[in-house]
Antibody, heavy 123, light 111 residues
Framework: EVQLVESGGGLVQPGGSLRLSCAAS????????MNWVRQAPGKGLEWVSY????????YYADSVKGRFTISRDNAKNSLYLQMNSLRDEDTAVYYC????????????????WGQGTLVTVSS | QSVLTQPPSVSGAPGQRVTISCTGS?????????VHWYQQLPGTAPKLLIY???NRPSGVPDRFSGSKSGTSASLAITGLQAEDEADYYC???????????FGGGTKLTVL
C-alpha cells in the first residue's frame, strides 16, 4: 500500500524555524517527484514546493521562496521541508503528495496525499 | 482570491446531479493546461478524483465526471449520495505564476 506520513509539525514563534519530514512507503520513492501542499485553517489548498526524483529540479511558490527549502533523501525514502523565517500566515496543515505525470495529461497531478502535519506560527 | 475561480458552495438532493465550475484564464486553463479534481472529506486529506480533465482513477465511481472547454473546467456528480458531501478543488498550472495552483474550493452539501 502506498503511504505517506508527515511529521515535524508543532508550535513555533514568528521568525522561527521548523523542519517537516514525510516518510514514504509502498512504492519506489526514488522514481517519483514529490510536492508539499498546505492548507490554512478553514481555507483552501496552496501548492508550496516541488522536487524532482533526483533533486535536480526544484520549484517554490512565491509566498515561500527564499524562506523554505525542499529536499529529499532517496536512501531513506524521505522528503523534507525546512521552513525558516516563519510568519503567522504560514500556519497551516502541511501535506506531502506524490507527483504523477502521464501522457494523458499536460500537467502533473498529486496522488496520493499524506494525512498532514499542523504547523502553528504564533507568539 | 484564487486565480482559479470556483463557486464557494453548491447543493443538491440525493439522487440529483450537480456541477462545479472552475474558471481560469489564458495563462492557465486557457493556455492548454489540464485540470485535475480532488475531493476532501471532512477532517481528511484531499484525494484525487479526476485527472487529465476527464480521467477517473480506479476506485472512483463513474458518477463523477470531468470536462474542460476554453478557459473553464467542470466536475459533474450524478446520483448524489450523502457520502459525497465534501470540499472539491480543481488544480492546474499557471505560466505567469510558474507554479501549480488550486481553485478556492467548493463545499458540496447534500440536502
Amino acid at each position: 500500500e502506498v503511504q505517506l506520513v508527515e511529521s515535524g509539525g508543532g508550535l513555533v514563534q514568528p521568525g522561527g524555524s521548523l523542519r517537516l519530514s514525510c516518510a514514504a512507503s509502498g512504492f519506489t520513492f526514488s522514481s517519483y517527484s514529490m510536492n508539499w501542499v498546505r492548507q490554512a485553517p478553514g481555507k483552501g489548498l496552496e501548492w508550496v514546493s516541488y522536487i524532482s526524483s533526483s533533486s535536480s529540479t526544484i520549484y517554490y511558490a512565491d509566498s515561500v521562496k527564499g524562506r523554505f527549502t525542499i529536499s529529499r533523501d532517496n536512501a531513506k525514502n524521505s522528503l523534507y521541508l525546512q521552513m525558516n523565517s516563519l510568519r503567522d500566515e504560514d500556519t497551516a496543515v502541511y501535506y506531502c503528495a506524490r507527483d504523477r505525470v502521464d501522457i494523458v495529461a499536460t500537467i502533473d497531478w498529486f496522488d496520493p496525499w499524506g494525512q498532514g502535519t499542523l504547523v502553528t506560527v504564533s507568539s | 482570491q484564487s486565480v482559479l475561480t470556483q463557486p464557494p458552495s453548491v447543493s443538491g438532493a440525493p439522487g440529483q446531479r450537480v456541477t462545479i465550475s472552475c474558471t481560469g484564464s489564458s495563462s492557465n486553463i486557457g493556455a492548454g493546461y489540464d485540470v485535475h479534481w480532488y475531493q476532501q472529506l471532512p477532517g481528511t486529506a484531499p484525494k484525487l478524483l479526476i485527472y487529465g480533465n476527464s480521467n477517473r482513477p480506479s476506485g472512483v465511481p463513474d458518477r463523477f465526471s470531468g470536462s474542460k472547454s476554453g478557459t473553464s473546467a467542470s466536475l459533474a456528480i450524478t446520483g448524489l449520495q450523502a457520502e459525497d458531501e465534501a470540499d472539491y478543488y480543481c488544480q492546474s498550472y499557471d505560466s505567469s505564476l510558474s507554479g501549480f495552483l488550486f481553485g478556492g474550493g467548493t463545499k458540496l452539501t447534500v440536502l
